[in-house]
């Protein structure tokens, strides 16, 4: 088992400008020497909104990634480049590199300029019984430290442990960061990717189901720390699947997500 990079009690420690090293709670659920797609998607956007010369005037409405291989546990190098600049509208690309080897994941990004207060707000309020109203259930369970230990997960409907859609709360126990504040788009992010684990159809002990792809959107940006994750999976037989998901606050909903799914047996 491949070990982690540093031992802090968060996603990853920055030890450079643009350099991260994994924690332990990176790991995700396929294997012990991966990162679950959650944390480096939500570092990833990350340097999408921090990057020199980000607008404060815009806001991310869509974020899409692209899961090029397993995110490994070696240290990990961020770049960003923009590559439309509009005065309404902007295009940002980010990409994952781990140290002497190729790109792992990438990211494009549609940010939009705001105007507070410049037109009706039309939203929905809250659909869902809050995190202190949902039940505490088994998320995942692996013989390792993984991303199941750095988030704190909630059902507000279904559950892990059964097949079929389900609607999970999800809150960081640690920062994405060593020493740094979490960013709102950050906790939509590190939750968004667990949609088709937590709506799974097929048994994990004898499947795979892999999504090679996320993508967020977004009408506003969550307040509080709490995200929640309503999902639902169909998979055909040829070993393609789909998992959709409205994400909420404790606001309301916030807007949705969508994973491609790779299906396939157990070796």
């Known amino acids: 088992m491949t070990e982690p990079i540093s031992d802090t009690e968060s996603f990853f420690e920055r030890v450079a400008d643009d350099r991260y090293n994994p924690t332990a709670y990176t790991r995700g659920p396929w294997g012990p020497d991966s990162q679950h797609a959650g944390p480096p998607a939500a570092l990833l956007g ?7 010369g980000a607008r404060e005037d815009m806001r ?3 974020i899409t990634f692209e899961i090029i291989s397993p995110v490994p546990l070696t240290p990990l190098t961020v770049s960003t480049r923009v590559i439309r600049e509009g005065r309404s ?9 781990p140290e002497g080897g190729r790109e792992v994941m990438r990211a494009r990004a549609l940010r939009i300029r705001t105007q507070p207060g410049s037109v009706p707000e039309v939203a929905d309020g809250p659909a869902l019984p809050a995190p202190e109203d949902a039940g505490r259930q088994p998320f995942f369970s692996v013989p390792y430290t993984g991303y199941h230990d750095g988030m704190e997960f909630l059902f507000a ?3 892990f442990l059964e097949a079929g859609p389900a609607a999970c709360w999800m809150r960081m126990r640690v920062p994405l960061v060593a020493g740094e504040k979490i960013l709102p788009l950050e906790r ?6 667990s949609g088709n684990g937590i709506s799974n159809v097929l048994d994990f002990s004898t499947h795979v189901f892999v999504n090679p792809d996320l993508s967020v ?5 969550p307040t509080g720390e709490w995200v929640c994750v309503e999902a639902g999976t169909s998979i055909n037989s040829a070993g393609i ?3 959709e ?9 916030i807007g949705r997500s969508v994973q491609s799914l790779f299906v396939a047996p157990r070796d």
């Not at 990350?46 to 020199?52: E, G, H, I, M, Y």
């Not at 959107?217 to 940006?221: A, E, G, M, N, V």
């Open 60 to 62: 991310l409405a869509r």
């Open 46 to 52: 990350r340097a999408v909104l921090t990057r020199p």
């Open 89 to 97: 509208v902007e295009i940002v690309e980010a990409s994952l590199t």
């Open 188 to 193: 939509v992010l590190a939750a968004a990717d």
């Open 241 to 243: 699947g789909m998992t």
């Open 245 to 253: 998901a409205a994400l909420h606050d404790e606001d309301g909903p």
């Open 217 to 221: 959107h977004l009408h506003r940006h």
């Open 157 to 159: 409907s279904g559950s």
